[in-house]
């Protein structure tokens, strides 16, 4: 009963935000690719799901590659249960349509100015990386940071909280209805990484436009896209290419002046054509002992995977998919390190322990290096931001361990073994 309510919640979430979306953009039928989906994967006992469903014409090359390698491994290897396809349905439906509209609107197109070079936070992930980027933003004077709701609904174009209209917050509203009910359908996903419609969220949703993103491997076990990822986002076209549409896309998202702070461990697959497209960036490494992080990785994988499909129920599966994780974030930050040593001193390491321990003096480390200095007003907003957030105090405790989910930690520590918690090469 508890799992029927579950579905009920997520499909009118689901339904409610993609309808009331395609009125607001004035194309009513920019819903069409959804609801075909939806009526393909409701009507057939096994039904693989099609590229062209999501699709609008306009998708440059790299993109249609990707989604077309992407829907191939979530019909092969992703073992979808008929809710696993509506959510891969609608995550799909999501990304192409904000693409399609954010590029045809006219306030897309110049490149973010080298004035707003972003700050741009990287590290595995469960490395603190989250922690770091909603304590930075607490200092709205310094940095613009995009939100959940604002790389979840882009178009039109997201205006200043103080001028948004009626229909912009009930935007805002429909996109925390959506976060909610991601969290009722995975009650662990609030420890492991909580969302709602007004947090700073991760640039693997705008780089997930253009389908060179980890997002989807992160919600479904998807191991031949994510092998198609590590081989194009270095260095290839695609990986420029979506470096280019990020720069574009925080330039169309600037209402102000103010540099982006932006994160997500999907950077460190970017790092150098970040550095290259901009020049004035900075980066924040954070740093954790990988078999830790791997085992929290690994377990909130799983997790996330498990919403969508029974296979978790296997132990041998469970085990597949820690295995893939574990390999994957292993070969983009060994990319990242080759990477960093061309990077001279644009990073800031930031071990975790150390965040832990004193939020406030990592604050002032980071921002001492970057030539800033801390107001009194944003050190205020940051202690209280790290006293709410302090660790399991807000969302619970995120409780993993390798053995978990098959993992053999000697392995793990192999996986690794070039890496020194430095960023540096062993």
């Known amino acids: 009963m508890a799992w029927c309510r ?36 409701s009507a ?87 922690f770091l980027h909603g304590l930075l933003s607490q200092d ?3 940095w613009r940071t995009p939100r959940f709701h604002e790389y979840m609904s ?51 949703m705008p780089l997930g436009h253009v389908m060179v993103s980890s997002l989807f491997s992160t919600v479904f076990h998807v191991p031949s896209y994510a092998a198609w990822v590590l081989a194009n986002a270095p260095a290839s076209a695609p990986g420029k290419a979506s470096v280019d549409y990020l720069s574009r896309y925080l330039a169309y998202l600037a209402y102000d002046e103010r540099p982006f702070l932006i994160k997500t461990p999907h950077h460190l697959l970017l790092l150098e054509l970040l550095a290259e497209r901009f020049p004035r960036a900075r980066f924040v490494w954070m740093h954790r002992d990988p078999l830790v992080a ?35 974030w292993a070969e983009a930050l060994h ?20 965040l832990r321990k004193d939020p406030l003096a990592v604050a002032e480390h980071i921002y001492k290096a970057l030539g800033l200095s801390l107001s009194p007003q944003a050190r205020a907003k940051m202690d209280a931001y790290a006293h709410d957030n302090a660790q399991y105090k807000k969302h619970g405790k995120h409780v993993y361990s390798l053995a978990d989910v098959g993992l053999d930690s000697a392995a793990v520590r192999e996986a690794f073994a070039f890496y020194d918690l430095n960023g540096t090469v062993r």
């Not at 998919?321 to 994957?328: D, L, S, Y």
């Not at 990319?335 to 150390?354: G, I, K, T, W």
């Open 294 to 328: 791997m085992a929290s990785v690994a377990s909130g994988t799983v997790s996330l995977a498990g919403v969508g499909s029974n296979a978790l129920r296997h132990p041998g599966f469970v085990k597949q998919v820690a295995n893939h994780t574990v390999a994957f």
């Open 6 to 41: 579950a579905v009920a919640v997520v499909a009118v979430a689901l339904t409610a935000a993609t309808l009331f979306n395609a009125n607001v953009y004035g194309d009513k039928f920019r819903h069409r690719p959804f609801v075909l989906a939806l009526v393909q994967s």
């Open 154 to 204: 882009a178009c039109p174009r997201p205006n200043p909280p103080h001028e948004r209209g009626p229909i912009e917050r009930l935007t805002v509203w429909i996109q925390d209805l959506k976060a909610t009910a991601m969290r009722f359908v995975n009650p662990r996903m609030a420890a492991f990484h909580h969302i709602d419609a007004h947090m700073p969220e991760e640039d693997v």
């Open 140 to 142: 709205e004077a310094t």
């Open 335 to 354: 990319v990242a390190v080759r990477a960093r040593s061309r990077l001279a001193a644009r990073v800031v390491d930031v071990r975790f322990e150390a």
């Open 44 to 130: 057939m006992p096994s039904p693989d799901l099609w590229p062209e469903l999501f699709l609008y014409g306009d998708e440059p090359a790299y993109v249609r590659d990707g989604l077309r390698v992407l829907v191939d491994s979530l019909n092969s290897e992703a073992q979808l249960t008929l809710f696993g396809k509506l959510l891969a349905c609608n995550v799909l439906h999501d990304v192409l349509q904000q693409r399609h509209c954010v590029s045809h609107s006219p306030l897309f197109g110049r490149a973010l100015p080298d004035a707003q070079a972003p700050l741009i936070v990287v590290g595995l992930p469960r490395t603190g990386t989250t």
